[in-house]
């Protein structure tokens, strides 16, 4: 069954309004509401979250073969835009100064939107419940925690047993409109902060201070070697230096220098042994020109890893809908990061990359020239509602009829 003309103009007017007014971080009272409004009318619970401008709806399968153990599976969307200025070139520009929907989250509400309003109009074939997950806080604000820590998982009742989720991807453009791949599919990610202290002085007499910049160049290529000595090159480490600061004149030899790293890697092990070696490096560095290093790791999400029975539902259904021509395994996986990987630490689950490049090509995403295609909507609308249906049928079949889902503890 595809999406009909009709509600693929209702799709792109949506998501073209979304793009106009984009939010950033948590708090997205905008874009809540108006998807608010688009929910309105259908036949959904719905809990608005309490650390942030979440929106959870559970939507009720009524099959007439579903049992008293029926499951629950989730649909994700994140919500929230980058801290990017857009070019004012098409008639649904950005209109908020400085802030763009450069990654394609409003495409990925309005599949979501979509796929609530398409599910609706069939609840007849859910063999359980479907909640739906419009998350706000992906680009850096740990909003996927903060639904988990409030009971998105548990919305429906029982444990969600299934989560999928797409991500749309621009200027990247591939054989296949739809590309997954099994096990770990995107990066995980950690912000690596130095503070180097040494003592400031003259920049004429360097014996007599301790020059932190020398000590701050010497660290970012330790670092380097770190990641190419220290760890497996089957199971690679990349680290960036996105920001050097010290001084405030050519003359003087500066207090203190400050580094900025991003962190990535493919395996839980290599996260672990980075937030062990990147420190001790950078300490030790310090300690052999007799300075200090203050250092601060942190986490900020984990690898995406899609387990292989949703792997392969997706692929079995996009053959059986698109055509086998329509999808592809991806060979290698994106050193991006996404905290949709917060939910598959919880839950088996799978996320679909989605190729948005026009016909015309276009910059990555994240640019302030990044275009996604419109044509794109309905697929991805339908994408989410067959593997909604599907998942349930099969779990459903999975769980004797007199047996209980297994629930968890909720902090809804």
């Not at 100064?97 to 495409?107: S, Y």
């Amino acid at each position: 069954m595809a999406i009909d003309v009709t509600e693929h103009d209702y799709l792109i007017r949506l998501r073209r309004a979304l793009h106009a007014v984009p939010e950033i971080g948590l708090e997205l009272p905008r874009t809540q509401q108006r998807l608010l409004a688009e929910l309105s009318s259908l036949p959904l619970e719905i809990t608005l979250g309490q650390k942030c401008t979440s929106i959870t709806a559970v939507l009720r399968g009524t099959h007439p073969e579903r049992n008293g153990a029926s499951p629950a599976i989730l649909l994700r969307s994140d919500m929230d835009g980058l801290p990017v200025s857009e070019p004012a070139n098409c008639d649904f520009s950005s209109q908020v100064v400085g802030i763009m929907h450069a990654c394609g989250h409003d495409l990925h509400m309005a599949m979501l939107v979509g796929a609530a309003r398409e599910l609706s109009a069939r609840s007849d074939e859910l063999r359980g419940d479907v909640v739906f997950m419009f998350q706000p806080g992906e680009e850096g604000w740990g909003g996927a925690r903060i639904m988990i820590s409030e009971g998105v998982l548990e919305a429906a009742g029982p444990r969600v047993l299934s989560a999928f989720a797409v991500h749309v991807f621009t200027g990247d453009k591939r054989r296949s409109r739809f590309g997954i791949r099994p096990g770990t599919a995107m990066a995980y990610a950690a912000g690596l902060t130095v503070d180097i202290t040494g003592r400031g002085g003259h920049g004429s007499a360097p014996h007599l201070a301790s020059d932190p910049v020398p000590t701050a160049a010497e660290t970012i290529l330790a670092l380097q070697s770190a990641t190419t000595r220290r760890f497996n090159a089957l199971d690679p480490v990349v680290v960036t230096i996105g920001k050097v600061s010290a001084g405030t004149a050519r003359n003087i030899i500066p207090e203190s220098a400050h580094l900025q790293a991003t962190v990535r890697g493919f395996s839980h092990e290599s996260h672990e042994m980075a937030a062990k070696v990147l420190p001790s490096v950078a300490r030790g560095v310090a300690l052999a020109h007799n300075q200090q290093a203050e250092v601060e790791f942190t986490p900020e999400f984990p690898p995406l890893v899609n387990t292989a029975e949703d792997t392969e539902a997706v692929i079995s259904m996009v053959s059986r809908i698109f055509g086998a021509d329509h999808i592809e395994t991806v060979e290698t996986p994106k050193t991006a990061s996404e905290d949709f990987a917060e939910v598959l630490e919880e839950v088996p689950g799978v996320l679909v990359f989605i190729d948005a490049t026009p016909p015309e090509g276009s910059n990555y995403n994240h640019s302030p020239h990044a275009v996604f295609d419109d044509a794109i909507l309905a697929d991805g609308a339908l994408l989410h509602t067959e593997f909604a249906i599907q998942r349930l049928t099969e779990l459903s079949a999975a769980v004797p009829e007199n047996a209980s889902v297994t629930t968890g503890d909720s902090c809804a």
